[in-house]
């Protein structure tokens, strides 16, 4: 059981940040995209860009460039509600 939930974690998380990553994220968009249509509510999708990300790793290094990582993911955090949901999409490092 414990290995089935390690696995799970593994697939849908970003092992640095610890949010949704690509997979878990198109789904919930999948998701919200048929609620919507549903119920004729409207939906959000927000892309953030980092810019010069690739510039952080390669001269301050990817432990500072993780760092930078988890400060955006918890700035991010605090901004939503409970029930949304915040993902990587992609990662460039």
Known sequence: MRKQYELLQQQNYDDVTELQNRILALDRMTQVSAYSDRTQQNTSILFVDVDNFKSINKIL????GNKVLV??????TDCIRKDDTLAWILRLL
Do not use: F
Not at 61 to 64: A, H, L
Not at 71 to 76: D, F, H, V
């Open 71 to 76: 400060e955006i993911a918890t700035r991010l």
């Open 61 to 64: 290094g990817s432990e500072v």
